[in-house]
Structures are given as C-alpha cells and as structure tokens.
C-alpha cells in the first residue's frame, strides 16, 4: 500500500502529496441482492468485498483517511435475520483481515455508540482498535452503530458532565473543542462524501463534520464498487472550487 504519495498539482505548481479524507455512504446492497432474485443478506456480503476493494486502493487516489458508513443508529429498525447478518459480517472481517490491515500500517477506528453492542461485537470492536492504535500510515474508520445526531448528543452530554463539575467554563466552548469531542475527533473533516446507489441524502451521517466537504452522489450499487468507481468520484473532487465562506480561493490563500 503506498499512503499519501501521489503526487498533486498545486497553483503554484509545486508537487505536493494529497492527503484527502473521504467519507462513503456505503448504500445499495439490498437492492443489488433483489435484482439478482437473492436475499438482501447476500448484498451484505458482496459489499464486503468492495469495501476491501475499496480499502486496497484508496492510498493510490491520495486518500490518507477514509471513513466507511457500515451500519447506522436507525439500522436497528430493519429485521433481526438482516441485523444479526451484518453483525455476523463484521466479526468475520475483523477476525480475517485485522492482522493485514495492522501490518500495512492502517489504524482502525470504530465511530459510533458501544453502547447497544452486543459483548462479542464490542470486543471485536476493541480489539481491532488497540491492535492498530499506534498506525498512522492510513486511517480506516467504519461507522458502526453511528448515527450523527446520537454522536453529537454524546459529546453534547461529556461537555455538561465536564461543566457540572467544573472543569469546563460555558466560554471556553469552541467549534474546535466541540469537534474534539466527536467520535471523529483525531479527523480532519472530509474533503469528499460519496454515496453510492443513487440516493442523494446523508442519513444521519456526519452532519457536524461535512459543514464544508464536496459531494459526489454515484448510481453504482455498492456491492459493484471499486477503483475505478473510487478514481472518479476522486477526480471529481478535484474539478471543484472549495471556496470555504470565502469568495474566491485567491482571497482565502491572500488571508493566511
Ligand atoms: C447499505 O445497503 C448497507 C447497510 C445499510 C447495512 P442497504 O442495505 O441499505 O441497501 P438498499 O438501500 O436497501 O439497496
Ligand atoms: C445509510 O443507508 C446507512 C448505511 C449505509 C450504513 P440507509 O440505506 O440505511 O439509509 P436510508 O434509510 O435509505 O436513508
Ligand atoms: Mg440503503
């Protein structure tokens, strides 16, 4: 895996190394699995094959950070047979390919509440984290019962409990320090958020943190996702102007 080495045209001309966080709204599987006459349970499982798809390739499009959205707070409502065939699905690529991930040097990071985590999940969950704590090369963070809203509840309800006891005076709140908080908190926020399928909503995902990232919606079920699908959506970000509130990128590099 080669991390952060792409090189990148800037302005001014000088080679630099992208290093883009990207956010997938990983959406389609059900739908992949009815076309085909099979249950929505198989789509799970061919998605995960484009998420290693995905993750093996991502450091050649520059990414350094890459945020996959896996299973939401409001997934619970769907039927136990599919629920239980997700969690299954996420013990089993943990169990087979934590140990390559940490080799490459990828940190794993779980977002989203432990809360409501059954014990063997949330051991997983733990154990794929402490294993890669002390990666830097490439951050992989699956949102696993996330949800956005909750997320920011939670960190809401750490910053009272600090005030409460005195540690944190109201001033002292700061969009930085709020940030902090988030389950995102060691992040840049996203460049880019993508979501697959067709479906041009976020869902509960990131709504603090993608304020500012640019949009690529693709019709591509996610189970057919890979490279290719990942180079252009890349490519894309790359056409857009981010201007960040200012009026153009000349005055926000004149500003500092
Ligand atoms: C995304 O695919 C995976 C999860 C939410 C777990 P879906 O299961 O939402 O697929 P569609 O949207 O029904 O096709
Ligand atoms: C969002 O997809 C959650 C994940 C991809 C994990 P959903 O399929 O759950 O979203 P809605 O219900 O169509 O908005
Ligand atoms: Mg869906």
């Given amino acids: 895996m080669s991390v952060a080495e792409t090189p990148h045209k800037t ?115 733990a154990r794929a984290e402490a294993r890669t704590a002390q990666n830097d090369r490439f951050w992989l963070q699956v949102a696993f019962n996330y949800g956005a809203q909750a997320d920011i509840v939670d960190a809401a309800r750490g910053l009272m409990v600090a005030a409460v006891r005195g540690e944190l005076a109201p001033e002292q709140l700061s969009e930085t320090e709020f940030a902090a908080r988030l389950s995102t908190g060691g992040a840049p926020p996203p460049d880019l958020v993508i979501r697959t399928s067709g479906e041009q909503r976020l869902s509960n995902f990131l709504l603090w943190e993608s304020a500012y990232s640019e949009f690529v919606f693709q019709d591509v079920l996610w189970p057919d996702y890979g490279a290719k699908h990942l180079k252009a959506a890349v490519d894309e970000f790359h056409t857009r102007e981010r201007r960040f509130g200012g009026s153009e990128t000349g005055d926000i590099l004149a500003a500092g």
Avoid: C
């Fill in 11 to 125: 302005s001014n001309d000088r080679a630099e190394p992208v290093q883009l966080h990207v956010a997938i709204v990983m959406d389609g599987n059900g739908r992949w699995a009815k076309r085909r006459g099979l249950p929505r349970t198989f789509g799970h499982t061919k998605g995960v094959e484009a998420i290693r798809r995905t993750v093996e390739s991502a450091p050649d499009f520059g990414i350094r950070w890459l945020t996959l959205y896996a299973f939401s707070t409001e997934n619970w409502r769907r039927p136990a047979g599919e629920v239980s065939e997700v969690m299954r699905l996420m013990k089993s690529y943990v169990d087979s390919d934590l140990e390559q991930l940490a080799q490459s040097g990828v940190k794993v990071k779980i977002l989203g509440r432990r809360i409501g985590l059954t014990p063997d999940i949330a051991e997983i969950v």
